[in-house]
């Protein structure tokens, strides 16, 4: 067991049957889940899509569909990872107390928050896989090259799961989690050149916005959905890891203190 | 080998001691309980020996590994009964079973150990049942079925039997002796002193943070208390207990509405109280409550 003071995790592949319990539990509620996942992108990227796409028509010398849709991949991947590490994680460690029985099988807390971490980004990939799907049959995908999409989609997954278990290895209660939402998900998903370009932003908050993980996560998949090859992808690359390990290293460490001092 | 040597344990919180140097040495086989009030540390105790808590000093070994250290070593070879069930209720029977497994890297050819366990516990037949079916009798033996898929050496029990109606009391102490004879070593914690005195060969009773007391069940008894017992309660009887019974007892202890007369030899005060026909007694012989409530003292403790 790591000392509660030290700083780095513990990676051990201990993590698998803590991310198969969770996949076990998702195949049985798959329908209700699938509808909250999928339900909602697709309502914004047809409704909006269509409605605001017939008002805008270009962007960037792209149909507005096709921009929109390597966007609400991205977001998608974000909502369902972190309503998966917020509210579903913090149910297993709070409601159901399922971390901490796990702890007295030879699991330790750096196995819990890996899996963990590991099964929200499963989660969010599959929701951004599935958004992919019906963009493709929609025809607002150009060409294989938006393959390279998928395993971006995992480390897009892992990235906000890691953010979001930050949230919960800290909140005291489910109402905490609407500080996240309110003050870090909803501006960053509005700001992340999801719905319309970065350039459209004033200069100072575009220059902000650049620095928000789910904008260089865009930055990556748009280019490669619209047939594209995307520019500086080390860089952005780069900022989605840095965010996704630093938040993995923090939540560990928080989360070590919360279930075994 | 021993199979748990801890030697000068202790954990504090934000510098109050709860559990404050403990020594403890159980040897295999053994059934060895662990009885205190609330907030005694015996919860804290129990989380250092599986490696779940980080002991503030001493030193900890279990079944040989170092704990915390080796815990995670330690603890494939431990089963734990949480005091909560703590089931996954997403689950059903059979599946809570092969989940916990799979904790322990145990999922090739699980099955008939499942099916064995299914067995141990009395749940054939219920096997796909959700845990939301199942009686609280059920879930006890379920949580006992599931610690011991992976044939643990050490089992550890968090008061095993709290809330259980006697018929599913009586089930559980069964198969704990069953344990027991199959040669694991079994660590319980119980708030029942009639539970502990029948189930456990060693117990230490725990008060503070220390060990005040530890031996054998009828040691401790002949240690610490007059082997015969009356209970004097209500007006006339506590009048009676304070006059010509006192005079006969060795001790007495007065406990609310309740007057406690200990003796070597009850013949002269049980002569003196059948001259006295209206007075209500209990006489009984002296139990292991007795002991705990003389060394932890009869105040509420939270």
Redesign the interface.
């Known amino acids: 067991?790591a000392?509660?003071d030290q700083l780095l995790p513990v990676p051990s592949l201990?993590f698998v049957?803590?991310w198969?319990?969770n996949l076990?539990?998702w195949r049985?509620l798959m329908v209700p889940s699938v509808l909250g996942n999928f339900g909602e992108p697709l309502l914004y990227l047809f409704v909006f899509g269509y409605g605001f796409g017939r008002l805008v028509g270009e962007v960037e010398r792209m149909p507005y569909m096709d921009f929109l849709a390597s966007g609400i991949v991205c977001s998608s991947i974000m909502m369902t990872a972190s309503f998966e590490a917020l509210y579903s994680a913090f149910t297993r460690m709070h409601e159901?107390?399922?971390w901490?029985?796990?702890?007295?099988?030879?699991?330790?807390v750096d196995d819990i928050v890996l899996g963990e971490i590991a099964f929200a980004a499963t989660k969010g990939a599959f929701s951004g896989v599935a958004i992919l799907v019906v963009a493709t049959l929609a025809g607002f995908v150009a060409g294989p090259a938006a393959l390279w999409v998928l395993p971006m989609m995992l480390l897009i997954g892992l990235c906000f799961a890691s953010l979001a278990m930050v949230v919960t290895a800290i909140a005291p209660g489910y109402d905490f989690f609407l500080y996240y939402f309110t003050l870090i998900l909803t501006p960053m998903l509005l700001l992340s050149g999801v719905f319309f370009p970065l350039s459209e932003l004033p200069t100072v908050v575009a220059g902000i916005a650049h620095l928000l993980p789910l904008a260089n996560a865009v930055a990556i998949v748009r280019p490669l959905m619209t047939g594209t090859v995307p520019a500086d992808v080390l860089l952005h690359l780069s900022v989605v890891i840095a965010y996704g390990a630093a938040a993995w290293v923090f939540a560990t460490h928080r989360l070590r203190r919360r279930l075994?001092? | 080998m021993t199979v748990v040597a801890a030697r000068a344990l202790a954990k504090e919180y934000d510098g109050h001691a709860v559990v404050d140097g403990v020594d403890l040495a159980i040897e295999p086989g053994e059934c060895f309980g662990l009885l205190g009030p609330n907030g005694a540390g015996k919860t804290t105790t129990l989380r250092m020996l599986l490696g779940l808590t980080h002991p503030s000093a001493g030193e900890l070994t279990v079944l040989g590994h170092a704990v915390p250290e080796q815990a995670r070593a330690m603890r494939a070879r431990v089963g734990v009964v949480p005091q909560t069930d703590a089931l996954d209720p997403d689950f059903t029977v059979r599946e809570n079973l092969l989940t916990w497994a799979s904790y322990f890297g145990l999922e090739q050819g699980i099955g008939p150990r499942v099916d064995e366990m299914i067995g141990f516990a009395a749940l054939q037949g219920r096997e796909g049942a959700g845990v939301a079916a199942l009686s609280g009798g059920m879930r006890r033996r379920l949580s006992l079925a599931r610690a011991l898929i992976n044939d643990p050496e050490l089992v550890v029990l968090d008061e095993p039997t709290t809330g259980l109606d006697p018929q599913a009391r009586q089930h559980i102490w069964q198969r704990l002796r069953r344990l027991r004879d199959d040669g694991r070593t079994l660590i319980l914690t119980t708030h029942y002193m009639e539970e502990a005195e029948r189930l456990c060969d060693r117990l230490a009773i725990v008060d503070g943070g220390r060990i005040v007391a530890e031996g054998r069940p009828r040691d401790l008894i002949a240690r610490h208390i007059e082997p015969c017992v009356l209970e004097l309660r209500g007006g006339a009887a506590w009048q009676w207990g304070r006059g010509e019974g006192m005079a006969l007892a060795a001790r007495s202890e007065d406990v609310g509405d309740t007057l406690l007369l200990y003796a070597h030899d009850d013949s002269e005060l049980l002569a003196a109280l059948g001259a006295a026909p209206t007075i209500e007694y209990l006489s009984r012989r002296a139990n292991l409550e007795d002991v705990f409530l003389r060394l932890t003292g009869h105040d509420l403790r939270d």
């Open positions: 067991m000392r509660p201990r049957p803590v198969r319990r076990r539990v049985k159901q107390q399922t901490t029985n796990m702890l007295n099988a030879p699991l330790n075994a001092s």
